[in-house]
């Protein structure tokens, strides 16, 4: 019966539903499974390919949100309300890319403080990090402002408020308390 109520193709949480749902925080899910941010791990002096390494304690973590979404996606009536309770999960996940870019410039290293913290001001301004900072600000105050106009828009959208108005708008009013049935005694 899933067409009565309209059906949906299989990957359409993961390229429709999560990208909504999350909004930026979609593409950093994908980089917080990785062991340390990849312009971080450069800037640390790490080799380029152990950015490419998974962190297994947020794989252990991704996991079961992901199987959660794969099951949901063979039902062939899909929605958003279906899905969740994986929304918590991935927000946080998204989160940690941002926290180790805003952790970033208190790391500080022995040649850092060998030079006095210049080196430290040039590493900074070199390595991108203030562009990335900014980039993760506009990332936080966009979403704030999607959230504002789908706020705005779901308002207007669902017209049973209207209807409820209507029907108190054209119902005499109850005289009454509620304990006696509203007869008034």
């Not at 059906?7 to 899910?29: D, K, M, Q």
């Not at 062939?76 to 890319?97: D, S, Y």
């Amino acid at each position: 019966k899933s067409h009565n109520w309209g059906t949906e193709p299989f990957a359409w949480y993961f390229y429709s539903a999560l990208p909504r749902a999350l909004l930026g925080g979609f593409i950093l899910v994908p980089i917080s499974l990785l062991r340390t941010p990849p312009r971080i791990g450069l800037l640390l002096g790490h080799q380029p390919l152990q950015l490419l390494k998974l962190d297994q304690h947020r794989c252990r973590i991704f996991l079961p949100v992901l199987l959660f979404v794969l099951l949901y996606s063979f039902l062939p009536h899909k929605e958003l309300r279906f899905i969740f309770p994986a929304l918590p999960v991935l927000n946080a996940l998204a989160t940690l890319p941002l926290a180790a870019l805003l952790a970033f410039p208190f790391l500080r290293t022995a040649a850092d403080d060998a030079g006095g913290g210049v080196g430290y001001c040039r590493r900074m301004i070199r390595s991108g990090i203030v562009e990335a900072c900014c980039a993760a600000v506009l990332l936080i105050v966009s979403a704030l402002c999607a959230w504002l106009i789908f706020l705005a828009a779901s308002s207007v959208n669902y017209p049973g408020g209207d209807a409820l108005a209507e029907l108190h708008r054209r119902l005499p009013p109850c005289r009454g308390d509620i304990k006696d049935g509203g007869r008034g005694g």
